[in-house]
């Protein structure tokens, strides 16, 4: 059973900094990407940034030129650096791993940015 686990969240000032780790356990084959996605609150479940098994990455406007996704080779680590953090980009964030067989989500970690 594949397994996610997020970590890397947490309280952070307008302008600063955090990297999210999501690190995937279990027999995992046919990798077709990974992703980041946030859900603020009262709001919905939205796209962060994802990067295929062939390394293309795709961002939402809102985050392009603040953060970065990257993953490890073999493909079972992902990250994201977030730099310049704004208080709208307070919000659960999610990691998901799509395969062949289907998709998984991590639990989730929090990020809160505030002055």
């Known amino acids: 059973q594949v397994q996610l686990v997020e970590s890397g969240g947490g309280v952070v000032h307008p302008g600063g900094s955090l990297r999210l780790s999501c690190a995937a356990s279990?027999?995992?084959?046919?990798?077709?990407?990974m992703g980041w996605y946030r859900q603020p609150p009262g709001k919905q479940r939205e796209l962060v940034a994802i990067i295929t098994s062939g390394g293309t990455t795709t961002y939402a406007d809102s985050v392009k030129g603040r953060f970065s996704i990257s993953r490890d080779n073999l493909k079972t680590t992902v990250w994201l650096q977030m730099n310049s953090l704004k208080p709208e980009d307070t919000a659960a964030y999610y990691c998901r791993l799509m395969l062949v067989t289907g998709d998984i989500w991590g639990q989730g970690t929090q990020v809160t940015v505030s002055s």
């Open positions: 279990g027999s995992i084959y046919s990798v077709l990407s």
